[in-house]
């Protein structure tokens, strides 16, 4: 082809292509139709059920054009209006996440300048907002200047990043697998172990170690294992404990966990995703010791009310960091003699990322930490309140919660386990406000989890009267026939 033929092509081509590069009269309108449409989301929040669950229509892609209106109203009724809405104050099931408003306008001023945050010599303001955030986290937690982390995209890959670090400072590798000892808890994530599994110590020993009733890690019980593992030749590493569990926000004994695993020399890390942020908060004390650990992870989509999507990790071993994660090539070497703590990517799985600090960053700087540790506060009132609230009504409810999820259960007297089930069934198919499920020590439970920052007391009562709604039901069913 020759360059006549050439630019013949590319002015066909540029008409085409100049679409994606939309003119401003156009911007401004189409960001007037998306302001319109979260406004209007956001004020009908408190109209529209917790839950729904309906057959999903057609969202295949195909070449063709469609208006913007169009596309914003199939999206409503098949992404924002089924399942679980996870923006409402009524979303009280599982861990809910977030959706601060400040994140959002982050979210889309990062996606249109598009910065690449991974690496400093890239974006130098971008990981230095990233390394600022961390650098909070730190103070928050009492972690050491010295001490390294980054931003995740949640408590997942936080984990791959701690357990790593944890498995290349032990050498845990070839035959030294099998002999070697991780001890946790029957209440620790499902992620924990997902992530052993991911990096290669499927095979090493799990203690489950014995926890009181209160579900909290017994220390003693712990020690004793261990000098039990030791004395039998094995290789005790790592102690794994929760601070927040999600079955029951429960905290493990943090303090005294610190002293085992400093008197045998182990690993100690700490799954804080979920409650990390009451350290903020009247049960700080709870927290003692967590400044001890070796590694933590945190959720700011959690208990720091952002949207879906950013996680934390923070490791006091630098040098076990960058052993797992630091590669380089040679089309990164004009960013090559940086310092390496000041890039994101040398200590994380992920070159290529979202820029997650800013979504955390500007919530804070907008609106100061004071609203967010009101929300905390909140939240441990709410649980409170709803727990005397199903006591009234004949609940039995499980012990003092240390957080803001709880469980219960009526103590239907045949086939408890079926009926609360069958209650279960009931509040779905109601969805005014969306709770979840467990099982604890054996027995089918419903749990709630009061963490959005929209949930009020109103969302609670709403709650508990949909419950009253349910049980009249499964009281009525269960009735034998005249």
Known sequence: MNIQ??????????ISSRELDIEETERVELLRQVADYTSTFIVGLNKVKGFSQNEVGDLSIKNGKHSLHQLLSQYQAEVAENGINAASPKHLGYIPGGGVFASALADFIVAVTNPFSSAYYASPGAAAMENEVVKWLKS???FPDSAVGCLTSGG????????TAARDKFKIKNDKIFSSVVYLSQQVHHSTQKALRIIGLEDVIVRYVPIDEQHR???????????????DGLNPFLIIATAGTTDTGTVDPLHDIADVAMNHKLWFHVDAAYGGFFILTSKKDLFKGIERTDSLIIDPHKSLFLPYGVGAVLVKDSDAVLHSHYYTANYMQDGHNEELLKSPANISPELTKHFRGFRVWLPLQLHGIEPFISCLEEKLLL????RLKLSEMGFCVGPEPDLSVSYFWYPFSSNPDEKNRQLMDEI???????????????????????????????????????IERCLKNCLFESLPPQ
Not at 156 to 163: D, G, K, N, P
Not at 217 to 231: F, H, M, R
Not at 383 to 386: A, D, L, R
């Open 217 to 231: 890690i017994v220390p003693g019980a712990l020690n004793e294992q261990i000098e039990k593992d030791t004395a």
């Open 5 to 14: 033929a050439i630019l013949k092509e590319l002015n066909k081509f540029a």
């Open 140 to 142: 928050v937690f009492l």
């Open 156 to 163: 997942s890959v936080s984990t791959l990043i701690a357990l």
């Open 428 to 466: 779905h198919k109601d969805g005014s406000v969306f709770l979840s499920s467990s099982v604890i020590d054996g027995r089918f439970v419903i749990r709630i989890a009061i963490l959005a920052f929209r949930t009020k007391k109103e969302t609670v009562d709403e709650a508990v009267e949909m």
């Open 383 to 386: 649980v409170q309140y709803f």
